[in-house]
């Protein structure tokens, strides 16, 4: 059976002078993205669609290069906006992130709240399976808290902070989880790059 990967992008360089939407991977994010490109699961795979912001363009080029694959990219592909604050340090961030997790219908400070990121993150997954064919893997590269939201409708689980990858997988992002497409099924949680097995009981 075939599958579907959900990447988020690894480390990045944290710049409070650029919007966070182009920040890029850091060098520990680089080298872990490009030891995971060579896994059977990317490998395998037959595309690879990525978020339009900066650090997961770059996750996707990295993924795509073993194959050769084009990159392709969707504006509803993009992590949850949160514009209206822009950069916040790390403690405000965990804040801002627990109140978006914690209540999904109600905005933390003008972010987009958390079912509104749901609906455009499952809407822009159905979109392109609706043209893929099945039997061939795909790869999305993508964020941890868009991730979660797709993880959590296709796990059929409530949305909650303690779904985060951050909660699960490692914190410094660069975690998977893998989806059969035949019926949409979750086959795993968040899992380290690092950590993810050759065979996925499920396929």
């Not at 490998?43 to 084009?70: F, G, H, N, Q, Y």
């Not at 699960?168 to 790059?193: E, Q, S």
């Amino acid at each position: 059976m075939s599958y579907a990967l959900y990447v988020t992008h690894p480390q990045v360089v944290q710049d409070p002078s650029v919007p966070v939407p182009r920040w890029g991977l850091s060098e520990l994010g680089r080298a872990r993205a490009e030891r995971f490109a060579n896994h059977g699961l990317v490998r395998r795979s037959s595309r690879i669609v990525s978020s339009p912001e900066t650090k997961a363009l770059e996750l996707a080029a990295i993924l795509a290069a073993p194959s050769r694959l084009p990159v392709e990219s969707g504006d509803n592909f993009a992590e949850n906006d949160r514009a209206s604050t822009g950069y916040v340090g790390s403690e405000r961030f965990e804040q801002l992130a627990d109140a978006f997790f914690t209540a999904p219908d109600r905005s933390a400070e003008g972010w987009e709240t958390a079912l509104d990121a749901q609906k455009r993150i499952v809407a822009a997954f159905a979109t392109t399976l609706a043209a893929h064919d099945l039997a061939q893997p795909i790869v999305f590269a993508g964020h941890g808290a868009v991730g979660t939201l797709l993880k959590c409708h296709l796990g059929r689980r409530a949305i909650a902070r303690s779904e985060d990858q951050r909660r699960i997988g490692n914190p410094g992002g660069g975690n998977v989880f893998v989806i059969r497409l035949a019926d949409r099924a979750l086959l795993t949680d968040w899992i380290a790059m690092e950590e993810v097995p050759e065979t996925v009981a499920g396929l």
